[in-house]
């Protein structure tokens, strides 16, 4: 049963009704309004404090959610259109490959980014692919 969690809230939705995977939009968060909701596979709970950051097909940044800037210090305007690896400089971008490559989630990968103040930060990163046409990948970073 696909599960979907809006990137800037952190709200799950579980598709009961249908209704919200075969609407030819993508759906909106009921919670927050948010313009689009991320479809898992399987169900996930983010920690409170996870930022999500959404990517597109090639990883450059589409859209930040809250959270992120406690994190990093960036603001969405920032990122949006940024490489995510790149952006954050994140210390390994295997994980984020092999998500991109072959379409699968990887989840507890300790890596570090760097933040606006320069400061090297220890995170949690979990990375889920995109299963709509347009591909993409859903960044969710967790202090640790
Ligand atoms: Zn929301």
Redesign the pocket.
């Known amino acids: 049963m696909p599960v979907y969690i809006?990137p800037?809230?952190r709200?799950r939705s579980i598709d009961t009704d249908g209704v919200e995977g075969f609407s030819m939009h993508a759906p909106q968060?009921r919670?927050?309004?948010?313009g689009f909701l991320f479809q898992l596979l399987e169900d996930y709970y983010p920690a409170p404090s996870t930022g999500f950051v959404v990517c597109d097909q090639d990883a450059r940044v589409l859209a930040v959610g809250r959270g992120v800037f406690e994190l990093t210090g960036y603001r969405e305007t920032d990122l949006i259109g940024r490489d995510v690896a790149d952006a954050l400089a994140l210390s390994d971008t295997a994980p984020l490959q092999l998500v991109r490559e072959w379409g699968v989630r990887r989840l507890g990968e300790q890596l570090e980014l760097r933040t606006r103040a320069g400061l090297t930060k220890p995170v949690l990163v979990d990375l889920f692919p995109a299963y709509d046409d347009d591909g993409g990948v859903l960044v969710a970073l967790s202090s640790r």
Do not use: L, R, Y
Request: hydrophobic share 10%; net charge negative.
């Open positions: 809006c800037n809230c709200e968060c919670s927050c309004g948010f």
